[in-house]
């Protein structure tokens, strides 16, 4: 395991139910990596902007971020947008994570630079199955960068 995998993960998601949810799941598969929530898009991006300057928060990036597109105030778009436009931020794998199975905001986000788009699944065995790909892939079989 890189030292790379066991930054963490970043979970923008404002439902505690869902995050819950991906919790048990992650842990089910193991993940040696510390899970972070952030429950709406403005306190992700006061992590991922301020990280290694507030004591609340890692001294690192993550490794990945999963987002969630509907959230109240900055919404998961505008999350993404920041991130990928952002020179020291855009490195890192955004894994879009949402209900949302429309065409429209499949492709908004692949044009905003996502890395991934998932639809939440509604069964918790389904969600079970998605966390296993994501810590299969993104955190087992591809090289992340390490900055």
């Known amino acids: 395991m890189s030292s790379a995998s066991l930054k963490p993960i970043l979970v923008v998601e404002d439902s505690a139910e869902d995050f819950t949810a991906l919790g048990r799941a992650f842990r089910k598969h193991a993940l040696q990596n510390p899970v972070l929530r952030c429950a709406d898009g403005d306190q992700a991006l006061e992590y991922l902007q301020g990280y290694g300057r507030n004591a609340n928060w890692p001294s ?28 020291i931020l855009s490195t890192i ?46 955190l087992e079989a591809v090289e992340l960068p390490v900055a």
């Not at 990945?64 to 952002?86: A, F, H, S, Y």
């Not at 199955?129 to 892939?137: A, C, N």
């Open 60 to 87: 690192v990036l993550p490794a990945i971020i999963l987002l969630d597109l509907n959230m109240p105030g900055t919404d998961g778009r505008q999350v993404l947008e920041i991130v990928k436009q952002d020179s």
């Open 93 to 138: 794998p955004v894994i879009i994570f949402s209900t949302s199975s429309n065409s429209r905001d499949i492709e908004d986000c692949y044009q905003l630079g996502a890395n991934s788009y998932l639809t939440k699944p509604i069964g918790y065995a389904e969600m079970e199955e998605k966390v296993r790909l994501i810590v299969q892939y993104w």
